[in-house]
């Protein structure tokens, strides 16, 4: 059959273990994930509270146009309505750029390593990928601007950066948003800025009037912690997200998604909570590294890359034997690091005294 031929080269994603089938492999009766970012307190119970009141009319399509939540993000960010765009998590918007953007002879910008989706759309589209290596956990922003010619549709910035963990200043993300032509466009995937505490990080939002070539990605799946319910949103000017609108499917976002996310944005005390909590927990998987001597990028986001000298594969292989599903680096370009996702104070003690084990157990592989 007449495939693109670049498909037949991928591998489809491979997500974090699930719980069910790690219980039963290893007989455990518990099993903490601490693999995909999650949130670890789960969704407000302001969100549960307006599910349940909606368990209604199955039958009817999505909103196509997400009114209500529209209406929701656009007060909430202090923007027009028109600068948004919904998506059936922000891997969709991910894909309705590259859809948009990307084609042979067209080529597109991206750290390494970085959020495996922007490659893995640009391949299937036929993009030509430069990938510019991160320096210490960090984008190399004048390198990227360096690898910018006149074929480059799209920049992708990733920041904090998964999998480091690492963000972009506002000084250095302005002089970099400055820096690209006008006709590449830029997308600042914000999925974790909801986590950044640090003073000099940026609200995106403020870009996206004075840059036209500019795209903000935000997604409910992290800290809101509706991941199942799939809503993440693109914030840019109305004239990029008129000419974005017809590449995305009508129904993209379902009907308890947008439910949800109204409900999530409005309970603001549950996102501060879940940020400070979010803190104490990496305080923790600091101290412990510390202890340790074990190298980890300082993170903004819920998770931690922990380099342990040896195989992550290994390392993850221990943990999840232990009942702790975290991700090898192996996949993520840290071939000797495992990403942990910050969980509940009893969750991250149980994985650092697990991670201690098999320091103790494996004392002459690591230093
Ligand atoms: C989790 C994640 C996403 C995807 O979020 P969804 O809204 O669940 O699709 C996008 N970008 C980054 C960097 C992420 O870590």
């Not at 997200?241 to 309970?267: C, H, Y």
């Not at 001597?293 to 000298?309: C, E």
């Not at 090898?328 to 104070?345: D, E, H, I």
Request: aromatic share 10%; net charge negative.
């Amino acid at each position: 059959m007449k495939w693109k031929e670049q498909l037949l080269s991928l591998a489809p994603y491979k997500p974090g273990r699930p719980i069910e089938s790690v219980k039963k492999e290893y007989g455990l009766e518990k099993v903490v994930k601490l693999a995909s970012n999650e949130n670890p307190f789960g969704t407000s119970p302001k969100v549960v509270t307006a599910l349940k009141s909606a368990l209604t009319s199955f039958a009817i399509y999505p909103d196509g146009y997400a009114t209500n939540l529209r209406t929701a993000v656009a007060e909430f960010l202090n923007i027009n309505e028109e600068q948004l765009i919904f998506g059936n998590g922000a891997d969709n918007l991910i894909q309705i750029i590259s859809r948009a953007f990307l084609m042979p002879g067209k080529n597109t910008v991206m750290a390494s390593p970085t959020f495996s989706q922007y490659k893995h759309n640009a391949i299937i589209d036929g993009a030509e990928v430069r990938e510019i290596p991160l320096l210490d956990g960090e984008h190399d922003l004048e390198s990227m601007v360096k690898a910018i010619d006149e074929n480059t549709a799209v920049v992708w910035v990733c920041s904090p950066n998964n999998p480091t963990g690492v963000y972009i200043s506002k000084e250095n993300m302005t002089a970099f948003l400055n820096k690209v032509p006008k006709e590449t466009l830029v997308v600042i995937d914000d999925a974790y800025h909801d986590y950044v505490v640090a003073d000099d990080f940026y609200n995106a939002e403020d870009f996206v009037n004075e840059y036209r070539n500019l795209i903000v990605l935000r997604t409910f799946s992290k800290i809101y912690g509706i991941a199942s319910l799939r809503v993440g949103y693109g914030i840019a000017h109305q004239d990029i997200i008129r000419v974005l609108e017809p590449a995305r499917e009508p129904f993209n976002v379902n009907t308890l998604g947008q439910i949800a996310a109204v409900a999530a944005i409005d309970d603001q005390e549950y996102v501060v909570h879940c940020r400070q909590k979010n803190r104490e927990g990496m305080a923790q998987f600091e101290q412990f590294c510390e202890e340790h001597k074990l190298h980890y990028f300082p993170s903004q986001a819920n998770f931690i890359l922990i380099d342990f000298g040896t195989s992550g594969d290994e390392v993850f292989q221990y943990l999840l034997k232990k009942g702790y599903i975290v991700r090898s680096g192996n996949a993520l370009g840290y071939a000797s690091s495992v990403r942990v996702t910050v969980g509940s104070a009893e969750e991250n003690n149980g994985v650092i005294h697990a991670m201690k084990q098999y320091l103790a157990e494996n004392a002459s592989v690591t230093k």
